[in-house]
Structures are given as structure tokens and as C-alpha cells.
């Protein structure tokens, strides 16, 4: 990959001045051939040579796609909640599927498994207790007693007891699906009207789901069971950042930090067992960016000790929590410095950019995120702004985690084809596509926010090859050690090859 944005040949130069220096009145129709395969050249997948099989499966996805563009109702101008089940019956979607994509990224630990199997399967759990917040919001406790009040929340009631009681279970379960995403059938825009309000709900989910998911028994079957949707939408591996909460038993008691990352990787072992073509995951220690410079230099102690005696399934430290309203990166230099003055290796994967203020303390946070050598930007939305972070994240292949949906989502643009990862793609810029919270946002997987880049932001331009390109992207720019990298691109290419052969008519 080259690490600079390719000048033009020098026979498209000569062209370029033969054509202004002379008396055509019409420019040249070779030197705009010219033009437009340099620009070609210069996409994500630009420069691959596709095998013939590979190019009649382009040729029938670029047919799929005139289609798919002629359509009144042009799916990634919608909002997600509106397209969803219209890109799900879409054939460009059914081919993203089998698609296989390499690894996702950019994930979060409590938003990789559909709502739906929460409240059917572990809400019914037997010992599962409720209660109301004031927020309008709902919290859960296991417990082998009845558990003690919660502060700013109702008496608890055993789930068991109000399903007994009331007429519908369907309408509760449903209202308790709703507190757990942002999926809502209604309109979108009238729900969540601003940033605000939509972050709000956001972060109401994560605490709703809490009390479910850190129950040391859901939170393996929980797990096991996002391996599965992954695996099933043909993803082959995993870095997920993780708060790495105290998981606790019916009785009470809780675990530490290394009990909870243990448990990762036993369910990670158990599911690769099963499925040996899956290549594995790895963790991203988080903290919520909310905390105090004492909280976060404990955090980055913590992260730096894990990351010793786990280097082989822990990938580094990043904060999380919505930046406009947190603080900075560079509020936390001296926490974020530790590891660096004491030699100890700690790769930082910091969220920058998330943003579309320009020019405030949080919009800094990108060229920040370089100067403290981070590995890899998460959203990186606001980096067409920053040119000289931009420019350093090329040259230093410090890849990009584009997260369509969730930007769409949470108000940073509303029609993807405006999405400004266009540009990152049309100039073949370090980057991957992710799913950020694909359960909060109704989406499983990696397939749907493939088929925002390849139809929304990808336009005609972007074609098998920049698909290929994206797959490999998330193996080359991941933080598998390069011999490991290598393995997991045979694994991968073998998979891409059976794919291909499948599906080219
Ligand atoms: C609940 O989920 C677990 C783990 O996925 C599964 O073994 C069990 O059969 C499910 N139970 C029901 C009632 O669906
Ligand atoms: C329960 O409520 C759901 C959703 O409102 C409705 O579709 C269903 O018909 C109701 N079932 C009964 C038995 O009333
Ligand atoms: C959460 O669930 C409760 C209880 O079923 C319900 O009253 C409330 O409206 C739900 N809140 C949201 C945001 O869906
Ligand atoms: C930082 O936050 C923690 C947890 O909320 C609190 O216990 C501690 O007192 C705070 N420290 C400072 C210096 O404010
Ligand atoms: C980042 O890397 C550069 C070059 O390797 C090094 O000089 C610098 O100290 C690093 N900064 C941090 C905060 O790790
Ligand atoms: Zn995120």
C-alpha cells in the first residue's frame, strides 16, 4: 500500500500540457481516460488484479448495484431504522453476507447480542428481578434473595411474579426489548430529535442491560452467543473493547477484572473449538472517559498489568463514553504517559473525532489520539478536518474504524452517501468498517454497515476490489502480531476463494 496518495505518471503529465498548451478546443479524450483510471487506481481495492472469477462476481454485483441505485427509495439516505428490513431482503445484502469480511474491529462488550434473546431466554432465567428508575428505564438483579432496594429505582419485583400477574406478557416483553435498544419502529427523527436525547437513551441502554449481562453464568452465554452472530454473518475475528465489569454470582458475591477477562477467553476457547475456522479474539480494555485523572491513572496501572500477564488476548487500552461531553484525551496526558515513561508496552486504541463541532477541546482529540501513538482512530468522523492528522494517520498506517450506522444513528450525518469516509475510500486511506453497538442499533454482524459503505458512501465508484481491499484492511490493520496476521490471511483467502467460486455465475 503506498504510504502517500500516488502522484500522477508522468505520461498523464505530458498529456495534461500537450492538451492546455495546445489548440484542441475539446479536452483530449485519452488524457480524461487517463484521468479517470488514475483516479480509479487510487481507490481502496484500486490497485488489485481480480482472477476471472472474481470478475464476473464484480460484474454481477455492479448490475445488482445499478439496480439497487434506480430504486425511488434509495436505502442508505434512510435512516437505519426505517431501511433495515429493506436492505435485509436486498440481494447486494445477501451477497455482503456470505461475504467473508475478516474481523470487526471496533465492538463493544454489551452490544453484540440481539435484545431479543435477552428478554426471551435470560429474562425467563429463573431468580431475575426488576426494577423502574425515575428515568422512565429499568434495571435487573439475579439473586438467590430478594435483593435490596436500589437507589432511585422501584421496590423490586421477580419478573416471574409480574408475568404472572399481568394479562400480555408479549406487550411487557416488548416494552422491556425497547429499553434495552434504539430500534424503534416509530419515526426516528420524532424519538430522538437531537444528539442529546438520543445519547441519553444510548447510555440508558448500557445501564438497563448491566444487571443482566454481568450474571456470571449470561455473561458466558452471552458472549458464546455474539461469537455465534458473528461467526454466522461470516466475521472470523474479533477486538472488542471491554470494560471488564465485576461479574457477580446468584449469591452476591463478585469476581475481579482477571476473573472477567479469564472468562473471555475460556468461552473464546470453547467456541473456537467448535468452530476452528474462527481465528479468535482480542480485548480492548476501556474506561469511561466521564472519570477522574485518579480513576484513570488506576485504569492505565490496571490496563498495563493485564496487558503483561494476558499479551496474548489483551490489544491495548481506549476510553469510551460519548466525547463531546467528556474530557479530552489531553486532559489525561499524564495517566496516558505511564506506560511510555516506564518502558512498558501499551497500545492505545483511542475513540477520536467522534464529533462535528470543529474547534472544541474534544476536536483536538485526533491529533492528540497520534501524539500518543495510538494504533488505531475510532471513528475518526471529524478527520477531513484535520489535515495534518489525516496525512499522519496515512503515513503512519494508523488505520481508521468507520462505523456507518452508528454515525448515522447517533446524528453525525444523516444520508450516508455523505458520509465523509467517501473520501477515505476513493483515496484508499488506512481504514476498516465496523459495527460500534450492531444490538442497540438493531443490526447484527458486519453486514449491514458493509452495505452502507459499499451502496451509501461507496457509490458506483467502489466494487469488488475495494470490498477485498476493506477485508483485508481488517486483517493487516488489526493487533495480531504479524506471524499471526499471516496465518489468519491464509485462513482468510481460502475462505474469500470458496466464496468467489460460489457465487460468480
Ligand atoms: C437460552 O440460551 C441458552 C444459551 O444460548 C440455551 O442453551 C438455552 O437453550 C436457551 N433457553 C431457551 C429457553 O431458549
Ligand atoms: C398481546 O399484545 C400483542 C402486542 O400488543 C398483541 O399483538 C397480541 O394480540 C396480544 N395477545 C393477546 C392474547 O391479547
Ligand atoms: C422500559 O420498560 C418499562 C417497563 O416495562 C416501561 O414502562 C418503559 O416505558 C420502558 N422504557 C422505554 C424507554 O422503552
Ligand atoms: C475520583 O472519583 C472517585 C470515584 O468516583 C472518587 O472516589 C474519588 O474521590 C475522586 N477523586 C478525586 C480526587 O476527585
Ligand atoms: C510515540 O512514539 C514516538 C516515536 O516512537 C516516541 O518518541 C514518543 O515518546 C511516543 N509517545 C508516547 C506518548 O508514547
Ligand atoms: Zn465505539
Not at 241 to 253: C, N
Not at 433 to 457: K, R, T
Not at 472 to 495: D, F, G, H, M
Amino acid at each position: 500500500m503506498p504510504a502517500s496518495p500516488q502522484r500522477p505518471p508522468a505520461a498523464v503529465l505530458l498529456l495534461l500540457v500537450s492538451c492546455l498548451s495546445g489548440s484542441l478546443s475539446i479536452p483530449d479524450p485519452r488524457l480524461r481516460e487517463a484521468l479517470i483510471q488514475l483516479e480509479d487506481g487510487m481507490q481502496a481495492g484500486g490497485k488489485i488484479k481480480l482472477t476471472d472469477a472474481e470478475k464476473r462476481l464484480d460484474d454481477q454485483l455492479f448490475k445488482m448495484k445499478q439496480e439497487e441505485m434506480g430504486r425511488p427509495d434509495f436505502l442508505p439516505a434512510m435512516h437505519f431504522f426505517k431501511a433495515r428490513d429493506l436492505i435485509r431482503a436486498s440481494p447486494i445484502f445477501s451477497v455482503l453476507q456470505k461475504m467473508p469480511k475478516g474481523g470487526a474491529l471496533h465492538l463493544h462488550d454489551f452490544s453484540i447480542v440481539d435484545v431479543e434473546w435477552l428478554v426471551k431466554n435470560v429474562t425467563y432465567r429463573p431468580n431475575c428481578y426488576m426494577c423502574f428508575t425515575d428515568k422512565q428505564s429499568v434495571r435487573f438483579i439475579f439473586s438467590s434473595q430478594w435483593p435490596k432496594p436500589r437507589p432511585q429505582c422501584s421496590p423490586w419485583v421477580l419478573l416471574e411474579n409480574l408475568r404472572a400477574k399481568t394479562g400480555n406478557t408479549t406487550e411487557l416483553d416488548n416494552s422491556i426489548m425497547n429499553n434495552l435498544t434504539l430500534f424503534t419502529d416509530e419515526d426516528p427523527e420524532a424519538v430522538y430529535p437531537s444528539q442529546d436525547v438520543v445519547w441519553d437513551r444510548f447510555e440508558q441502554t448500557f445501564q438497563a442491560v448491566w444487571g443482566l449481562v454481568t450474571y456470571v453464568p449470561v455473561f458466558r452465554d452471552y458472549f458464546y452467543r455474539g461469537l455465534g452472530l458473528f461467526y454466522a454473518d461470516n466475521v472470523m475475528y474479533l477486538e472488542v473493547r471491554v470494560l471488564l465489569p465485576e461479574l457477580y454470582e446468584l449469591d452476591g458475591s463478585t469476581h475481579d477484572k482477571t476473573f472477567t477477562l479469564k472468562v473471555y477467553q475460556d468461552v473464546t476457547e470453547q467456541f473456537t473449538a467448535k468452530y476452528p475456522d474462527f481465528f479468535g479474539v482480542r480485548f480492548i480494555s476501556s474506561v469511561p472517559r466521564a472519570v477522574n485523572v485518579s480513576v484513570m491513572t488506576e485504569a492505565v496501572e490496571e490496563a498495563m498489568k493485564l496487558q503483561k500477564d494476558f499479551p496474548h488476548i489483551m490489544a491495548g487500552f481506549d476510553m469510551v463514553g460519548r466525547e463531546d461531553k467528556g474530557r479530552p484525551l489531553w486532559y489525561f496526558r499524564e495517566a496516558l504517559s505511564l506506560p511510555q515513561e516506564r518502558g512498558i508496552n501499551l497500545p492505545f486504541f483511542f475513540h477520536a473525532g467522534e464529533t462535528d463541532l470543529e474547534g472544541t477541546d474534544v476536536d483536538q482529540n485526533l491529533l492528540d489520539s497520534l501524539l500518543f501513538n495510538t494504533s488505531r482512530i475510532g471513528h475518526g468522523f471529524a478527520l477531513l478536518r484535520h489535515p495534518v492528522a489525516k496525512d499522519l494517520s496515512r503515513k503512519s498506517k494508523v488505520a481508521v474504524e468507520v462505523c456507518p450506522i452508528s454515525n448515522q444513528v447517533l446524528k453525525l450525518v444523516k444520508d450516508l452517501r455523505n458520509h465523509p469516509a467517501a473520501v477515505l475510500l476513493s483515496e484508499n486511506h488506512p481504514m476498516v468498517i465496523s459495527s460500534d453497538d450492531p444490538a442497540v442499533f438493531g443490526a447484527f454482524g458486519l453486514s449491514f454497515d458493509f452495505y452502507e459503505a459499499f451502496v451509501g458512501f461507496g457509490g458506483f465508484k467502489s466494487r469488488l476490489g475495494s470490498l477485498k481491499q476493506l477485508a483485508i484492511n481488517s486483517i493487516r490493520y488489526s493487533s495480531l502480531s504479524p506471524v499471526q496476521q499471516e496465518k489468519a490471511l491464509v485462513l482468510w483467502n481460502t475462505k474469500w476463494n470458496k466464496f468467489v467460486s460460489e457465487n460468480a455465475l
